[in-house]
């Protein structure tokens, strides 16, 4: 049998991601990337062609195509490795060029290409963290030059030639911004970056010297020889109308024509992730292309900005705004067109701008369209029809029906048609669909989504849900042959349900992990499924149970299929192997090679089968399997395949993978025939429509004909009337016009006339105005000459009058003289007495600082004599009683240095205080340069009086000066004010610190009480000791005064051992006493734990006091609670002497804040020169003598 032979036909998907992904080979034809192949697509034909990637390449990175459209460059990863491929387009069908892979440096993947402009050298950026650009001369794969471009692993976006010059090119990416040029076989930058860097997402050359390059903010700058000579910021604004509109703001006055297309595309992740730290609020611009008229940018999601140079000036405004449409079937149409626009091209023409999209979108306009739309934007319309934007994760066909049913992770559903290769119906929901089947008549679908599996139908134009099942996360789901039955996956059981009354018949149970694949056999009476737990079941469906199993724990299964006489099963899984299962057991494997296969099916004749791997590519083998590497192997998508089908006839292989294309496969044999397969029945045309939607769009026809029925005899009656209006009025106007045309003439005839008669007059009227002229002249020259003589005589007069003007002016000045001497004198005395003033000001704040030292000192001493006296107090009284009453004293004494703190700290106030006085000195002597400043004033007023003409000036700036001091005694005024307030904010602190000293008093009669409880404690304590000790001496009495009872002779033995018996007695007291000791010293290890203290003197009292031997200790009682009272009375009046001394401390406050404030009142120049940290300390200095 022949090899099998599968051909592209037709793909449904775009790659956004590759580089420059979008550009036009003629007026018709673009190419753009789709899976793993280049996609030459006639717009107007609507046929596809296909240069496929290399042989185990892993995806394309970055694409270019050449200025003369020969060649197309195209970057890919090929086995780890590197590799750029040029095609020639020229040839049908493309060929290979040149493969460049053999590099001398470190490169990981080439991100951006471009050809010079006459196609013989090819400029490449590496990515990071080598970041090289490769300048080749292509056709010899000679490396010319290489040069490493960013040394902080920055990214770079774009590389470009200049339109007319192959030595000179242009890098842009995240901070950076360079110019080269290629001189005696190097790169040499020929700019330097001025300002901020920016992050500049794409450029494109617009002269031999002159750039623009966009940036992640919303930035489009103009570099001229690297030098930028223009700026424009695109804001994004909010409207009243919940839509974005874009204007332009901080435009520049100079920017120069633009050359045609350069489209260049970033890399999209890296673009999103360095500019996530812009603001939310600027647009990012990742494409520019430049055309006749100006050039078009990207502005944001969903936004194209179109400039055009003005005719005026020699800048560009924004002339249009293009928004990709909103679309109505997307579960949030309202978000449906924030798409970022990736990259742009314009047609050679320039009659058509193409768009592509981060949602994996193709979108085109005719640039006619965007100037009909005045003042609205235009939109963009789908070039093809709407893509899917993320990987496919479940595919069906049927067999009444040219129709594939895709569901994708991007939420939505789409329906296929693989004979005229459009979309049929698309809609998108809030949840991710994981699976889909196409019943065999294609009017229903069921889908698993996330939250629920939905049975769903296909009408004209929607696609409705009419039955929901609570499985969650169903990854498989497949309509039976027939149509009758549908099963669905839920974890790691099978549910089998009827189309007919939808209930559920069977569930399957039996696999332990999930379950990866289902399929019926012809007959459905039989269902296979395979999952991760690597077993294999063949189940029957008429009893609900397995009737073989094949079980290989070591192997994950992906996929099975069955033969179509359902005795072979086939499998793929994570072993790198197919297997054939018949009757429980493997058959045979056979090696994928060092690939993994996702997916596999076998035809309906059975005559070949198709695998699809882990890398993208398809391989096509006839069955019975060869036993050696005999297969064909195809390059289809950049990623895993997930799914794969035959449809009904055999004649079409469907594809779909990870990234999120479809691809149709036209299927022969190695001679090229079509592998034949007779249809009885051609494809069904019918659809289903609901009964309500019939009646809405009956009605809506009936309505709108009865309305094109009423425009119609409406218009009909408009045209008559204006027909009638337009010939009243031709005949009016043409009757009027005759009129006026014969007015004219006659009026023109008179003119004529009047017309010579005006020439006669003019010619008389000339001549006589000669000879009145010649007449006047002469009667002018007598004239002057008698002025000149009357001139003359009063010049001589005016001249006398100045010289008696002058001396009248020099006797003037000597006056003005006297009076400034006179005045200088006066303002002498004044300041003089001011001096005087201020001195005695002085003496009084030096004595105030006198006082209060000495009422400092005298508090300072009857506080230590206090102190001193309380201590030794307490010393006398509590020394020989108990040891810890030193710690009291210790207290005291602690309180006793904090007042010494407190007298050291008022010391340093009166150091402040002396040095306030050294600056009031100073300011003396500042006041004394002031009057000589103002001695030199008047000096210099001496030398204004010079001049005779500016006396009255003069004495009006005197009256000036005399209103310009009153304003400065406002000042003065004002500044005296802000004092005032000052000073009322610094009382505030101090009364603070009053309070603080309220507390703190508080604080120490707290202690104080507490050390009473304490000392009380101790007593009691001591108390209980001494009677413990009197008892034990009682009743060491009573055993010595015990008489002797005994009679005979045992009262002569006891006076015998009577002696043996006190010693006895002694050593048993000196235990005890030992005993107590011992647990007295226990006990005084807690002192400093009250409560433990006081249980365990408790447990001693039990331990060694009886009752009966309890003594009366109220006399004791009575001496303490004695003690108490008048230790508490001596505390209660000091606390009593020092409430008493803060009272009085802030009635001198106040006395001393009020007298402050009438001192300052007086002494108006004093706040001018001292700070307000002086005037702080000072009053604090009151406070405390106070």
């Known amino acids: 049998m022949s090899a099998v032979v599968a051909q592209t036909l037709h793909v449904f998907g775009l790659r956004s991601h590759v580089a420059n992904n979008i550009f036009y080979f003629d007026e018709q034809i673009i190419i753009f990337p789709s899976g793993n192949h280049c996609v030459k697509y006639n717009v107007d034909q609507k046929w596809q062609k296909f240069i496929p990637g290399s042989d185990k390449s892993q995806g394309m990175l970055a694409l270019s195509i050449s200025p003369n459209r020969r060649y197309l460059a195209i970057s890919e990863t090929v086995q780890e490795k590197p590799a750029i491929t040029i095609y020639e387009l020229s040839s049908i069908p493309c060929r290979k060029r040149k493969v460049l892979n053999n590099f001398d440096f470190q490169v990981q993947k080439f991100i951006s290409m471009a050809f010079s402009p006459d196609s013989k050298y090819l400029l490449a950026q590496t990515s990071p963290p080598e970041s090289n650009l490769v300048y080749w001369l292509w056709e010899k794969q000679k490396v010319m030059a290489i040069v490493r471009i960013d040394t902080q692993n920055n990214p770079v976006y774009q590389v470009s030639f200049s339109p007319q010059d192959n030595t000179q090119v242009c890098v842009t990416g995240n901070g950076m911004f360079k110019l080269l040029r290629f001189t005696e076989g190097t790169l040499k930058q020929t700019n330097f970056q001025r300002g901020e860097p920016q992050n500049y997402l794409a450029h494109t050359w617009v002269a031999d010297d002159k750039i623009v390059v966009g940036t992640d903010t919303g930035k489009l700058f103009l570099f ?42 970033p890399s999209y992740e890296q673009m999103v992730a360095t500019s996530s730290h812009s603001q939310l609020s600027m647009p990012q611009v990742f494409a520019i292309a430049a055309y006749s008229k100006g050039f078009a940018c990207s502005a944001g999601p969903g936004r194209v900005l179109l400039f055009e140079k003005m005719e005026e000036k020699d800048f560009y405004r924004e002339s249009r705004e293009i928004r990709i449409p909103v679309d109505p079937q997307s579960n949030d149409p309202s978000q449906s067109d924030k798409q970022d626009v990736l990259c742009l091209c314009f047609s050679p023409s320039e009659e058509t701008l193409v768009a592509s999209t981060s949602k994996n979108q193709l979108y085109s306009i005719t640039m006619s369209l965007t100037e009909i739309s005045k003042g609205e934007p235009a939109h963009f319309e789908y070039l093809m029809y709407p893509l899917h934007s993320a990987p496919v994760t479940g595919l069906a066909t049927c067999i009444r029906k040219p129709l594939i049913a895709t569901c994708s992770l991007d939420r939505s559903i789409r329906i296929w048609n693989y004979e005229t290769n459009t979309l049929e119906l698309f809609k998108e929901y809030q949840e991710e669909a994981y699976s889909i089947s196409l019943h065999p008549s294609g009017h229903f679908i069921v889908v698993g989504f996330a939250d629920k599996l939905r049975l769903m139908n296909l009408l004209i134009d929607d696609i409705r849900s009419f039955k929901e099942y609570s499985i969650r996360g169903c990854r498989e789901c497949s309509f039976s042959n027939g149509g009758h039955l549908f099963a669905a996956v839920n974890g790691n059981v099978i549910h089998v349900y009827t189309t007919t009354n939808l209930e559920n018949i069977s569930s399957l149970k039996g696999h332990t992990g999930k379950i990866r694949s289902i399929v019926w056999n012809a007959d459905d009476s039989k269902l296979i499924s395979g999952g991760t737990d690597g077993a294999v079941y063949e189940w029957n469906l008429s009893t609900g149970k397995r009737e073989t199993e094949c079980v290989l724990k070591s192997c994950s299964y992906n996929c099975v299929t069955v033969s179509p006489d359902a005795k072979i099963i086939f499998a793929v899984g994570s072993d790198h192997t197919l297997k054939e299962i018949a009757d429980s057991s493997i058959l045979r494997e056979m090696s994928a090679f060092d690939v993994t296969y996702t997916t596999i099916v076998i035809s309906h004749s059975g005559r070949m089968m198709f695998v699809g791997t882990s890398v993208g590519t398809i391989r096509a083998m006839k069955y019975p399997l060869p036993l050696q590497k005999e297969f064909n192997e195809y390059q289809a998508h950049a990623g895993p395949i997930t799914k794969m089908l035959l449809t009904f006839d055999d004649q079409f292989l469907l594809t779909a993978a990870e990234d999120g294309c479809l691809f149709t496969w036209k299927v022969f044999d190695k001679d090229g025939r079509g592998i034949k397969r007779e249809r009885e029945v051609g494809f069904a045309e019918e659809v289903l ?5 019939m009646e809405e769009k009956a009605q809506v026809m009936l309505e709108l004909k009865t309305r094109v029925e009423e425009l119609k005899m409406e218009n009909e009656y408009q045209l008559r009337l204006k027909d009638m209006n337009y010939s009243e009025k031709i005949k009016e106007l043409t009757d009027k016009f005759i009129q006026e045309m014969e007015s004219l003439k006659t009026k023109n005839q008179v003119l004529r006339t009047e017309k010579e008669k005006q020439d006669v007059y003019h010619r008389e009227h000339i001549q006589d105005l000669l000879d009145k002229q010649s007449r006047e002249l002469q009667d002018l020259e007598c004239c002057n000459n008698q002025k000149l003589l009357l001139e003359y005589e009063k010049y001589q007069e005016l001249q006398l009058k100045s010289q008696r003007m002058q001396e009248e002016y020099e006797k003037q000045l000597r006056d003005n003289d006297e009076t400034k001497s006179q005045a200088l004198e006066e303002l002498t005395e004044f300041y003089e007495a001011k001096l005087q003033e201020k001195t005695t000001l002085l003496e009084e704040a030096q004595e105030d600082v006198r006082q209060q030292l000495r009422e400092f000192e005298e508090t300072k001493k009857q506080i230590e004599e206090d102190e001193d006296r309380e201590i030794q107090d307490i010393k006398t009284k509590y020394e020989k009683k108990l040891r810890d009453e030193k710690e009291s004293n210790l207290r005291l004494k602690g309180e006793t240095g904090i007042m010494r703190k407190k007298f050291s700290s008022l010391q340093k106030e009166i150091e402040e205080r002396t040095n306030d006085i050294e600056t009031l000195k100073g300011e003396q002597v500042k006041l004394q340069g002031v009057i000589k400043s103002l001695e030199k004033d008047i000096q210099g007023l001496k030398r204004e009086i010079q001049e005779r003409d500016e006396t009255i000036q003069d004495k009006e700036k005197r ?35 009053i309070r603080v000293m309220k507390e703190q008093i508080q604080e120490m009669e707290a202690e104080l009480e507490n050390f009473h409880k304490q000392n009380t404690q101790l007593e009691l304590n001591i108390t209980e000791l001494w009677q413990k000790l009197r008892a034990t001496d009682q009743e060491m009495r009573r055993e010595r005064q015990k008489p002797c009872l005994l009679s005979g002779p045992c009262r002569f033995t006891s006076l015998n051992s009577s002696e043996t018996i006190k010693s006895l007695w002694e050593r048993d007291l000196e235990a005890l006493v030992k005993r107590f000791k011992t647990d007295l010293h226990n006990c005084v290890a807690y002192i400093q734990e009250p409560r433990l203290l006081k249980e365990k003197i408790r447990g001693l009292f039990e331990k060694y006091v009886q009752r009966a031997d309890m003594v009366e200790i109220a006399g004791l009682n009575t001496d303490l609670q004695q003690e108490y009272a008048r230790q508490r009375e001596h505390l209660e009046r000091n606390l009593a002497t020092l409430k008493k001394k803060v009272v009085k401390e802030g009635e001198l406050h106040r006395t001393d804040y009020v007298r402050i404030m009438q001192s300052t009142g007086l002494r108006n120049w004093v706040p001018l020169s001292m700070p307000s940290s002086q005037s702080k300390h000072r009053c604090r200095r009151r406070k405390t003598t106070g």
């Open 224 to 265: 001229e020889s690297g030098d930028q000579r223009w700026e424009t910021s695109i804001m994004v604004k909010e409207p009243t109308h919940d839509s974005k509109s874009l204007d332009v703001i901080q435009e520049s006055e100079s920017l120069i024509e633009f050359p045609p297309v350069s489209s260049p595309l």
């Open 959 to 993: 009256i000036y000066d005399l209103k310009k001091k009153n304003q400065e005694l406002g000042k003065f005024k004002f500044v005296l004010d802000y004092k005032i307030k000052e000073l009322k904010k610094q009382i505030e602190p101090r009364e603070n610190e």
């Open 689 to 693: 429509v609901t009964k309500t939607d």
